[in-house]
């Protein structure tokens, strides 16, 4: 399977403690999105990576949040101190850059859920 | 910034007939794309159709159409002769052109669930 995995697929925690999700997406893709979807709303955009670099984050992503893609491959998303309200499915996706006057398609991953109690 | 506002939260069809899901949107920009993804239950987001804003022309993708008014910042899709497999979340989606060096992040809608029945 070539397409975006994400690791685990399902995590409950205890409030106060610290969670860390994986992701890796399509072999050479450059970009790499993280977003965040509760229940019966859309996905809301967390954050984004050009290789390693993290060039954009979103008011989302407080300080408890904290992201990284060493070496421009896998990504992982880490949440210190899980609160209840950070539960949520966590969506990684990643697209590659054709050139500037071409569509970049965003492929997803499962997902991680998170349940914090 | 830029919205993008489903109004219709759950839908139900007939297998094999029509059914219609409403989007609308709001931005300042003038290059951009919009998307309708699918969500089925359980299952990854996948790409179903996509427009660019500045062609003219609605996109087709087989049973899947989209109906893009510009100027009214509207695009709904049609799903023609429904399947028992189109039941899922729908999303309708926006990014603004961000060139290599910008993110084109996508901005969601609350989504539409919709029902195929047999």
């Known amino acids: 399977d070539t397409g975006v995995s994400q690791d685990p697929r399902h995590k409950i925690t205890k409030r106060g403690q610290n969670v860390t999700f994986r992701c890796d997406p399509i072999s050479e893709h450059n970009r790499l999105y993280w977003y965040r979807q509760t229940l019966g709303q859309g996905p809301e955009f967390l954050t984004y990576?050009?290789?390693?670099?993290?060039?954009?984050k979103s008011r989302l992503l407080s300080d408890r949040f904290s992201a990284e893609r060493p070496k421009g491959s896998f990504s992982t998303l880490e949440i210190q101190r899980t609160e209840q309200g950070d539960s949520a499915m966590y969506l990684c996706?990643?697209?590659?850059?054709?050139?500037?006057?071409?569509?970049?398609?965003?492929?997803f991953g499962p997902g991680t859920r998170l349940t914090v109690l | 910034a830029q919205t993008v506002t489903q109004s219709q939260p759950e839908m139900s069809v007939q297998e094999a007939e029509t059914v219609t899901l409403s989007c609308t949107y709001d931005?300042?920009?003038?290059?951009?794309?919009l998307f309708w993804y699918k969500q089925p239950p359980s299952r990854q987001m996948i790409l179903v159709i996509r427009?660019?804003?500045?062609?003219?022309q609605n996109a087709t993708e087989n049973r899947f159409s989209v109906n893009f008014q510009k100027a009214a910042k509207s695009f709904s899709l049609k799903i023609s002769d429904s399947q028992l497999g189109d039941t899922a979340m729908y999303f309708c989606a926006f990014m603004k052109h961000g060139g290599q060096g910008g993110s084109e992040k996508l901005v969601f809608g609350k989504g539409t669930k919709l029902t195929v029945n047999p």
């Open positions: 427009q660019e804003a500045y062609k003219q």
């Open positions: 996706a990643s697209s590659p850059i054709l050139g500037r006057r071409r569509y970049n398609e965003q492929f």
């Open positions: 990576f050009q290789n390693e670099a993290q060039l954009e």
């Open positions: 931005t300042s920009e003038n290059n951009y794309y």
